[in-house]
């Protein structure tokens, strides 16, 4: 079985994290956001994932050479010489989703955190005997949505209603797909919407059918989302596998550390708080609802509450940092300095406050 990841492009609404390293690769509660994808696709019997990139494609390659040979799993790029929407990269891969058995084929958007249940998928997608499958996930308000409308009892899709006005429904397309190969009979080589165009036609002929995702879901391409998708990680992560975080009397909530982190005396950590390789944390220092990535170091009595480090950033003492303050990497904020949802781009040195959210360039 294949499936085909969304990578896209420049990924500019989560600078500047992006201006280091490819989005799919900024880490998410201590691994890269792709990887949570692939590993679940591989423990369902996926054996080749294609990432459908039009931007920075060897650094990609590259970085994920080592999980290839971890997994067990053939990781290739079809890259694109221009955007070409959401269906267009899958033309561009035809011949590489195909093959012999005719299987359907996972597409994902490499945004998307959830709890990927891709057996039920798959065994839904079976039973209805359509064309398509797609995950629908229910939000509180629609309006800031397309919505699918759908049968509840079959899944059957019967329209797609953009930001409506009046209440159609509840449920939104979540950006997971299960595509039989004839869908891509219906997709031309050229810059094209799945959502608008392809879906669309496909539910016109009652052959496109939805699934409710079963537990949590975010699109974590921007700041806030991302720290909001953390808490819901963590959250399912209790559930499922709590042995993985952090306990103890300096702990408050669900908590992600890793085991080469080292945490002074007298911290207080969480709720929702990952924390990455190599961090120190030094005495008296106070994190919550925030990531601290790879090599980080907060200095003594400093507060971050809402807010991404970046790599080998330096955060110092009595430094306070909150509103969804993302600090690029190897940032230096010097002692007691404030941050008010400051967005801080690589290798810089902070030496006054940020008093309103702005980009310091």
Same mark, same amino acid.
């Given at each position: ?11 500019? %609404?989560? %600078? ?13 509660? @201590? ?5 949570h ?19 920075? +494609?060897?650094?990609?390659? @590259? ?7 971890k997994l ?16 267009? =990269? ?25 709890? *990927? ?5 798959? !065994? ?14 229910? #939000?509180?308000?629609?309006?800031? *949505? ?12 019967e329209?797609?209603?953009?930001? =409506?006005?009046?209440?159609v429904? /509840?449920?939104? @397309?979540?950006?997971v797909?299960?595509? /039989? ?8 080589? !050229? +810059? ?7 879906? +669309? ?10 699934? &409710?995702? =079963?537990?949590?879901w975010?699109?974590?391409?921007? =700041? ?25 009397? /300096? ?5 992600? $550390?890793?085991?080469?982190? #080292? ?5 207080l ?10 961090? $120190?944390?030094?005495?008296?220092v ?5 990531? #601290?990535? !790879?090599?980080? %170091? ?6 971050i509450?809402?807010?991404? &480090?970046?790599?080998?950033?330096? &955060?110092?003492?009595?430094? !306070? ?14 002692d007691?300095? *404030?941050? /008010? ?20 360039m």
């Amino acid at each position: 079985m294949k499936a085909l990841i969304l990578v896209g492009g420049f990924g500019t %609404r989560l %600078r500047p994290l992006t201006l280091s390293v490819p989005k799919p690769l900024v880490e998410f509660a @201590n691994k890269p956001m792709i990887l949570h994808q692939i590993e679940a696709l591989k423990a369902i019997g996926v054996t080749e994932v294609v990432l459908a990139i039009n931007y920075q +494609p060897e650094i990609m390659l @590259n970085f994920l050479k080592e999980f290839e040979r971890k997994l067990h799993i053939k990781i290739t790029c079809s890259r694109e010489t221009e955007p070409l929407g959401t269906a267009g =990269p899958l033309a561009l891969a035809r011949e590489v989703l195909i093959d012999d058995c005719g299987e359907p084929f996972f597409v994902l958007n490499s945004d998307v955190i959830c709890d *990927y249940p891709f057996e039920e998928m798959i !065994r839904f997608h079976k039973s209805h005997g359509g064309e398509a499958s797609l995950m629908v996930t229910k #939000v509180d308000e629609p309006s800031k *949505y397309g919505v699918v409308v759908m049968e509840e009892t079959t899944g059957k899709v019967e329209k797609f209603v953009e930001k =409506p006005k009046l209440f159609v429904g /509840n449920k939104i @397309n979540a950006g997971v797909y299960l595509l /039989n190969p004839s869908v891509l009979d219906r997709i031309e080589l !050229r +810059p094209t919407s799945i959502e608008t165009e392809v879906f +669309p036609s496909i539910a016109a002929e009652e052959k496109l059918y939805a699934m &409710v995702l =079963p537990g949590f879901w975010m699109d974590i391409g921007q =700041p806030k989302d991302y720290i909001t998708g953390l808490r819901f990680y963590l959250d399912s992560l209790l559930k499922k596998c709590s042995s993985k975080l952090a306990v103890g009397s /300096n702990v408050i909530g669900n908590v992600l $550390v890793d085991e080469s982190a #080292v945490i002074g005396d007298g911290c207080l950590i969480g709720p929702d708080v990952a924390i990455g390789p190599g961090c $120190v944390i030094e005495a008296g220092v106070r994190l919550s609802r925030c990531t #601290v990535m !790879r090599g980080v %170091r907060i200095k003594k009595h400093a507060c971050i509450s809402s807010g991404i &480090v970046g790599w080998h950033s330096t &955060v110092g003492r009595w430094a !306070r940092l909150e509103n969804t303050t993302i600090l690029g990497e190897d940032v230096h904020l010097c002692d007691e300095v *404030y941050s /008010n949802g400051g967005i801080v781009l690589p290798h810089k040195e902070i030496k006054s406050n940020i008093l309103k959210p702005e980009i310091v360039m």
